[in-house]
């Protein structure tokens, strides 16, 4: 079974980073042919998808988050990362891991969400 968890502090200041990690276990993050993702989705709002860090270490942003968005991996502690700069109170939202493989639009397994809020 695999799942996947969510750290990160939850408030953060209005021009500071966000930084995310996101630990899985049962399962390898280098597997074929899995994007690991990160999707939030603001109070009130739908969920919105940030960008994938693929199995092979490519990596896709959102075209709208692309300048402040920076993803990374940590293979040999199985995690991936989230970085957002310049955040304002426009970025609270709870955000998400998320794992889907290539070949199809469903995301199989999701982590919890964890509440991230930014405000001075």
């Known amino acids: 079974q695999v799942q996947l968890q969510e750290s990160g502090p939850g408030l953060v200041k209005p021009s500071q980073t966000l930084s995310l990690t996101c630990t899985v276990s049962?399962?390898?993050?280098?597997?074929?042919?899995?994007?690991w993702t990160w999707i939030r989705q603001p109070p009130g709002k739908g969920l919105e998808w940030i960008g994938y860090?693929?199995?092979?270490?490519?990596?896709y942003y959102s075209p709208s988050l692309k300048s402040r968005t920076s993803m990374s991996r940590d293979t040999s502690k199985n995690q991936f990362t989230l970085q957002l700069t310049s955040v304002t109170p426009e970025d609270t939202a709870v955000y998400y891991c998320?794992?889907?493989?290539?070949?199809?639009?469903?995301?199989?397994?999701w982590g919890q969400g964890t509440q991230v809020t930014v405000s001075s």
């Open positions: 860090i693929a199995y092979n270490g490519n990596i």
């Open positions: 998320a794992r889907r493989h290539i070949d199809y639009e469903c995301y199989d397994y």
């Open positions: 049962g399962g390898s993050i280098t597997t074929d042919y899995y994007a």
